[in-house]
């Protein structure tokens, strides 16, 4: 529809505001394209600058905060449309999005195609969707949860709108843990052992979203995860694994921006849990995946048949894409390891690569069984040797030298940063340590300051089990700033279930 | 949970954003609070102000923007706070919000209880919601259709949470139109007529959220339609019937809340509908009520059979409620009057009140047929004889003495604006017109400057089967500035199908 250019024309202001893939619009009211165009606040424009353009939700705003010719932008929607500052742009009533009318079909009754999923991911990753519009599609796809046949098809689309790696070798190894448990930081140690003993292992691994620390937390304390695919190939042709930022490699993208919206709205289907973890495995191109289901009370996964039933579909899913997988559940009654937060986690990979005699044994357990299981699943060892195989490799120096080699082609190995403020959580009484809570250790840590202070977070001193006396420090809280201290501390007063001891 | 309280008093800014219900904040990303509580965009967070307190959807900028210890706030976080410029605020993590835990249920399979939807809609009234929780809820309703006791629990519960009136009369009657044609403005007409005849009519309307105008809109033009509660009952006491604006009334506040969503996700579910129609007419105290469907190919019902269908359910729980309801389906291939926007459809209105020669015959009737089945509903006038009653009372006078003291009790009657640019349409050929496309002339009208623009909109002067000459008036097009009208123009001209004509 063509229209008088002068009322369109707007001058780009940069706002720098955070809406991750939201991109926002601020116009006056007043603005003579707002009151021509009719458009009103929560409207879905388009923005055109030069040959880019983006959908944006418009929110109006008085005089005062814009000029009437002024269009302030979302970092988002500045960056996606590539602007200078006082670049000008064109704001229009943007084209009905065909595949918002799939997202209806779905609500309506109807089960997505392939091609259905492959035009609606493909807009949601290239930002065309509003977080409005993913929170329905999330909530349609989960209200009647999605066929098998479905379930496949999502998790194509997710792959076919990233990047996709592939590897001249038959045999390529990953593995993924659904996570939960505080410090299970196993994989830079499970990456060591497989390159050191000749496996192919370029693993991509994500930031924290809600816990202290993701693996790309950790491991960027200690070296660059930032790799384009690019480098990711160079390290991984030069030392067979890698342990890169899942983001900045571009694969499945559209499961970064799902996720957030699955967080927000605290849903977890199988469906999208299932499509979300395999679309990033089979874009990375693995064949062989072994699953990490730590299961315990305060566990994302409660019990050992819950941790079964919920990777049967991972299985299936997994089985149609060719890649041999094989669960591995274990104890998640408390956290793996001593230190929560980056750095600290670091530590701990450190000591147990290094055979450091306080090397946390059951970080290093926990590795060799998953490390063993990869053995053995992709026939480099026996069907029972795979642990003892993984052991030497990890006793005899094998593993901690290939970790300092890809780290060096990752851009050098660096010593985890270390805290300024600490103070230790103290026993109130004599007895037996009989639980740690998960998710109140994981938030203690967050208050602390993880993962954003990379040296913040929670340094574990005692394990279940173990007999502690009244006074004694059960875990020492690590900050950067004596207010974030203070607050985690208060936090820890407040919860005094955080750990529970019981008469011996 | 207890913690430093500096760290989390803030200065409030009012950003002049108008963000409808949804409630932001923006603060600086590196402000202690957001960084003691770890704090991230998309966050909902709880902020206090005094005795008061809301949860809004956090948004973190950069300096430049905000100083480090502000937090700059959207209209509707201001207003609920009730804030003066430069006021403290306390920010801190919003506790979960229970009643998402039911819509989640919702998700994962199971019915929603009366408890539970009132402690849905509860909070939402509340604005405790964000808008894309209101999505997923929203979402989740319409993709598992709700039960029929479902859409009572909700309506039940739309009903509680807003204001309810009563009448001390054995029979209040009311009107619901579906919508969809432009023009179609007999409810002022109708209350005339009706309460001329002694029956108790307290009409709530809406204003314009898609279309050119809405009831309020147009009734606005003649008199002041924003009355709270009480000063509704006062015109109702001294003249039997009124015409307000719904959203001043209170009356099922979740219904505007809700209905911006739908809109903005084009969803459009039977069960909500049901909720959104009836909650108003249950909460404004109707005991007999008629449903005006009309139908055509570009209304928003395609045909008799569907408007019936459609109308099922509502008479359904209508009969739930003890409210006799009667659906009157009608002519809807075309605009019904002359005018299409707020003034030109009130000038309509008053032709037909005032029987002037050149009133619009086609909105005088339906008005007539509307207001005979509402006479013969409440057994006030035997069955056949409702629209010779009702023809009765607008002819001799006795509708338009009643609709001027009814506007005078409103606060005046006053005249209709009358519009500075205009330029008509001309037909591109001979021949007869043999369709309006509802949806395009009322786009035209909207894009002329209506709703806001009162006296902008599409004057028709042709109806279907009429024989026109090439170069002669269609319509006469409405604006206020001239690039409005320009604009309008330039989207008729590049629509040619608004009006179809064929050979005689």
Chains 1, 2 share one sequence.
Not at 5 to 20: E, F, K, Q, S, Y
Not at 447 to 458: E, H, I
Request: charge should be neutral; glycine fraction near 10%.
């Amino acid at each position: 529809m063509s229209a008088p250019g002068h009322l369109h024309r707007m001058r780009a202001r940069r706002l720098g505001i955070d809406t991750h893939s939201d991109a926002f619009v601020f116009m006056r009211k007043d603005s003579p394209v707002c009151r021509s165009e009719g458009f009103a606040s929560h409207n879905r424009i388009l923005l055109c600058a030069g040959d880019r353009h983006i959908i944006a939700t418009l929110y109006q705003v008085e005089a005062g905060f814009l000029a009437l010719d002024e269009a302030g932008l979302s970092d988002t929607a500045w960056r996606r449309l590539g602007l200078k500052q006082g670049d000008e742009i064109v704001a229009r009533h943007s084209p009905p999005l065909e595949s918002l009318s799939l997202v209806r079909s779905r609500i309506y009754g109807h089960d997505l195609s392939d091609a259905a999923f492959r035009a609606i991911i493909a807009d949601i990753v290239d930002g065309r969707y509003s977080t409005i519009e993913i929170s329905s599609f999330i909530t349609a796809c989960a209200t009647r949860p999605l066929k098998r046949r479905e379930v496949l098809g999502l998790t194509r689309a997710m792959v076919e709108t990233g990047k996709s790696l592939s590897w001249d070798s038959a045999i390529v190894v990953d593995k993924h843990s659904v996570g939960g448990i505080p410090g299970n930081r196993t994989t830079p140690i499970i990456v060591a052992i497989i390159a050191s003993l000749g496996l192919i292992m370029p693993k991509t691994s994500s930031r924290a979203i809600t816990s202290p620390a993701g693996t790309a937390d950790a491991m960027e304390v200690l070296t660059n995860v930032d790799l384009d695919a690019a480098t990711m190939r160079k390290v991984v042709a030069r030392e067979g694994g890698c342990i890169a930022w899942g983001g900045g490699v571009g694969l499945s993208p559209a499961d970064d921006i799902l996720i957030r919206v699955e967080r927000a709205l605290d849903l977890d289907t199988e469906g999208q849990m299932i499509a979300s973890v395999l679309s990033k495995k089979i874009a990375a191109g693995a064949t062989h995946l072994v699953l990490d289901v730590p299961f315990g009370p305060s566990a994302k996964v409660r019990s050992e048949e819950a941790a079964h039933h919920m990777t049967d579909g991972i299985l299936a899913v997994a089985k149609a894409f060719h890649i041999k997988t094989e669960v591995v559940c274990g104890d998640g009654s408390q956290p793996i390891g001593r230190g929560i937060g980056p750095a600290l986690e670091a530590r701990d990979v450190m000591n147990v690569l290094q055979g450091a005699p306080d090397a946390p044994q059951d970080l290093r357990m926990r590795a060799l069984t998953l490390a063993g299981a990869l053995l053995e699943l992709s026939g480099r060892a026996a069907q029972g040797d795979g642990e003892t195989m993984a052991a030497a490799a990890l006793d005899d120096g094998r593993a901690r030298a290939k970790f300092q080699r890809i780290c060096e082609a990752q851009g050098g190995l660096r010593k985890p940063p270390v805290s300024k403020h600490r103070r230790p959580l103290e026993a109130p009484r004599h007895g037996v340590l009989s639980a740690i809570d998960n998710r109140k250790i994981a938030r203690l840590a967050k208050l602390a300051g993880a993962p954003d202070d990379k040296a913040a977070g929670v340094d574990l001193h005692v394990r279940l089990g173990d007999t502690v006396v009244r006074g004694a420090p059960l875990c020492t809280v690590h900050a950067e700033s004596p207010g974030e201290l203070d607050y985690a501390i208060a936090y820890a007063d407040a919860n005094s279930d955080i750990f529970q001891i019981t008469d011996t």
